[in-house]
């Protein structure tokens, strides 16, 4: 070593380790914040909406409730109440809306925290600090630019996983207390976190079985695990309620039956996939640790037994869900173990980099082999964007010219390379290992961020296209505004304004619920009045819906519109036989409200490829090879209102799978005096 590089590494040696991580952590924050800031609108749908319909609830004084409907906590206390300030004090919701993304900056990057607690009760100060940078070079840390609850979660998972940790070291009352508040903490925060009660369970058998002694020194731990339980049943019982009324949301998840060959694909698949998205390295580590476990120390064997006990519980809780919900990996489920596999890494490292010739053949190939199961031709879709992360640079991969199929191969080439520097590199040189990971870790952040960042400009587009608050620009974010869905729009149109204005509260819909699952209203349009169900001073709609009223406030381009209605919503005109595509059917029913006669215009629009020949609509007929045509027909005034019947002749149907008898696509009504 130089004289100089023996300077600098006093010098960096003489400055406290918690120096170093705070100055770590602040550096995560602000660069997760930045790149946070990158995502314009809220794209984890219809997630994001709930945990900012909570927040801004919270922040109102109204509880825990979505659309005014009160909750109940049936999607966590923890995350809401965190990002609940950012409503409070910025009345503009974009400007929340980067306050929460700070927020979630903060809370995310904390992480680092528990993961280098955890890593130094088995390695060096350098050693932990390591563990936390590679932590903040996880690409999941691009989750701070949502609103989820993964901000919130991830800190608290690694706290009761350190918890755990200790509680398995030395089991005193003081250490199972701080497991269980917690785990209790981390529950409030998500649901998921149940899966620390069979790790706590199980993992002193475990140990015990390593230690080949007695699981009774964990008595504690079992009898206050037993207590709490026994609690939890008592004040269910007394509120007249389940058990598994505590998991909120999530309880239909365990009321439902899986097929267990179904669990042992999707398990599988998530183990592949983990070990791909850590970069094979540190899985390989973690197993060759976990074959020489009995040479390690008290504090090391705790550290691996208690850290794979908790991933076996977590890969199949997720592999359960997986294999009935969602039909894909859910790595973002997943992703709280990987700082467990990084300490793992660098523990091996400072031990010497020992390799035990068939310990370390097998770890290493087993390491390599897995990436190569995962099923790229299945996974690799829009789905891998929100729930996937390890799995987009080798989408990156895949668009550089190697098939789908083929993307295994590629695979099984990255996981022989890194088993070979693995095998091979000598242990003078294993500190080289976290330097390819690191880099690893940083091409894959990229090719998030840039993936994330084109879902969020996506859905604000299909949503807005004009300023994100152009409704409480127009009326003020006191104002209630009542959104109507027609269905013909894409529904973020609702969505997305929903987010990003606080004046829209009530939704309806005309025929068919929006997406969403949350609470909304059937809203029934009276054919003899035009009277609509709905009682609202201002309406968003779309233009397709023509709520009579004044206009205060449009976005051209998605056709949204703001109709200040006076109170009693109403429709100016009513159609009938008009798909929500515009094609007609066979008879197209027109009926215009406080009407004083005129004559109406309707814009139609023809296929020359379905009709060869020419049409006729009502008295109009419209010649052979005409794409385009007016259709005008007389208003005759009849008690207030006037009926137009347009009978097209002759209709089609398309075919391919399409079973309506089409006619004509109308592009607009138009009534002259």
């Avoid at 976290?434 to 990229?446: C, I």
Wanted: aromatic share 10%; with cysteine; proline share 5%.
């Amino acid at each position: 070593m130089t004289e100089a590089a023996a300077r600098a590494r006093a010098s960096s040696l003489a400055v406290p380790a918690w120096a170093w991580l705070s100055a770590l952590v602040v550096l995560s924050v602000a660069v997760r914040y930045g790149l946070g800031r990158r995502m314009v609108a809220p794209w984890i749908m219809v997630d994001e909406l709930i945990y900012s319909e909570l927040a801004k609830s919270v922040a109102d004084g109204g509880g825990f409730a979505i659309r005014g409907e009160p909750s109940g906590g049936a999607y966590g206390v923890v995350y809401p109440l965190l990002i609940a300030p950012a409503w409070a004090l910025f009345d503009r919701v974009p400007e929340a809306y980067a306050a929460a993304k700070a927020i979630n900056a903060a809370v995310i990057s904390l992480a680092l925290v528990p993961a280098y607690l955890l890593a130094r009760r088995v390695v060096s100060q350098p050693g932990a600090l390591v563990v936390a940078v590679l932590t903040a070079a996880l690409p999941s840390l691009l989750y701070a630019g949502t609103l989820m609850t993964e901000n919130a979660f991830f800190p608290l998972f690694l706290l009761a996983a350190l918890a755990l940790v200790l509680a398995l070291e030395r089991p005193t009352w003081t250490r199972t207390a701080l497991l269980l508040g917690a785990t209790g903490l981390a529950f409030a925060t998500r649901a998921q976190a149940v899966v620390f009660v069979p790790a706590m369970l199980t993992a002193p058998l475990a140990l015990a079985a390593v230690e080949r002694r007695s699981p009774r020194r964990w008595w504690r731990l079992y009898a206050a695990a037993a207590a709490t339980g026994t609690l939890a049943l008592a004040a269910q019982l007394v509120r007249g309620r389940s058990l598994l009324d505590l998991l909120g949301a999530y309880r239909t998840v365990e009321e439902q039956s899986y097929d267990p060959r179904e669990v042992l694909r999707w398990l599988w698949w998530h183990l592949c996939e983990l070990d791909l998205s850590l970069g094979i390295l540190p899985f390989a580590a973690f197993l060759l640790c976990l074959a020489l476990v009995r040479r390690f120390g008290e504090r090391e064997r705790a550290f691996l037994v208690g850290s794979a006990v908790l991933t076996a519980w977590l890969v199949l809780q997720v592999a359960v869900f997986a294999s009935r919900w969602s039909l894909r990996v859910e790595e973002r489920n997943l992703f709280y173990v990987a700082p467990l596999f990084l300490a793992a890494l660098v523990l091996w490292i400072e031990r010497g980099a020992p390799r035990p010739r068939v310990a370390a053949a097998v770890a290493a190939g087993i390491a390599a082999l897995l990436p190569a199961f995962v099923p790229f031709v299945r996974l690799i879709d829009v789905s891998a964007v929100s729930d996937t992360f390890g799995l987009l640079v080798w989408w990156d991969v895949h668009e550089w010219g190697i098939p789908l199929d083929r993307l295994w191969l590629a695979a099984l080439a990255a996981g022989a390379a890194a088993a070979g520097l693995l095998l091979l590199v000598p242990a003078r040189w294993a500190w080289a290992l976290p330097a390819v990971l690191l880099a690893f870790l940083l091409v894959s952040s990229q090719s998030v961020e840039q993936r994330i960042r084109k879902a969020s400009v996506g859905a604000l587009f299909q949503g807005i296209t004009t300023e994100r608050d152009w409704i409480d620009r127009a009326v003020g974010t006191d104002t209630e505004v009542a959104a109507l869905w027609s269905g013909r729009n894409d529904w973020l149109t609702i969505g997305q304004n929903e987010f990003f204005n606080r004046a829209v509260g009530d939704v309806y819909h005309l025929g068919q619920p929006l997406p969403s699952g949350l609470r909304q209203t059937a809203a029934v349009v009276d054919a003899a009045t035009g009277r609509v169900d709905v009682d609202a001073d201002y309406v968003l709609v779309d233009e397709t819906v023509p709520v009579a009223g004044t206009e205060v406030a449009s976005d051209v381009t998605k056709g949204m519109r703001v109709v200040e209605t006076g109170g009693r919503v109403r429709v100016g005109h009513l159609v009938r036989g008009l798909y929500d595509d515009g094609w007609t059917g066979p008879v197209l029913r027109y009926r215009q409200f406080d009407c004083e006669g005129g004559t109406l215009r309707v814009r139609v629009a023809r296929d020359p490829n379905l009709y060869l020949g020419p049409q006729r609509v009502g008295t109009t007929r419209i010649r052979r090879g005409s794409e385009l045509a007016i259709v005008s027909a007389p208003l005759d005034p009849r008690a207030g209102r006037c009926d137009v019947v347009l009978r097209v002749a002759p209709t089609i149907v398309p075919g391919g799978g399409d079973t309506r008898r089409l006619g004509v696509r109308v592009e607009g009504f138009d009534v002259r005096p």
